[in-house]
């Protein structure tokens, strides 16, 4: 699955944004069509992200950052998977300056354990 969907886990809805080994420009589209998907929900959710394969550029952590300002009142938890590395250096630092408490996990069945917890 590349893109997003909403699904359950132990009784709960997760949003799963899926950008697993996507270009830059795909990963851009995804997240507004995300985003978007997200408001027009109107409520509260728990949302996990697959980062696999990817490195986010600069483009990339601003429209991350403009998508969380507009949708931190709809977010209660928040995962990420597929940070390792210098992706882990930029999460951490990108959760220090956005005050994101996201969290980075091994694999999308802990993710989704941890969120519905």
Known sequence: MAGY????????????????????????????????????????LLRLSNMTGVFAVKEVLEKAKESGKVTSHLTIKRAAVGITGAKKVLFNAYNRFTGNHSRAFDSVEEAKDWLVS
Do not use: F, W
Not at 24 to 38: C, V
């Open 5 to 44: 969907e909403l699904i359950r886990h132990q009784g709960k809805e997760i949003l799963i944004v899926d950008y697993t080994d996507m270009s830059k420009e795909d990963i851009l589209k995804t997240m507004e069509e995300a985003t978007a998907y997200a408001l027009d929900l109107n409520r509260p």
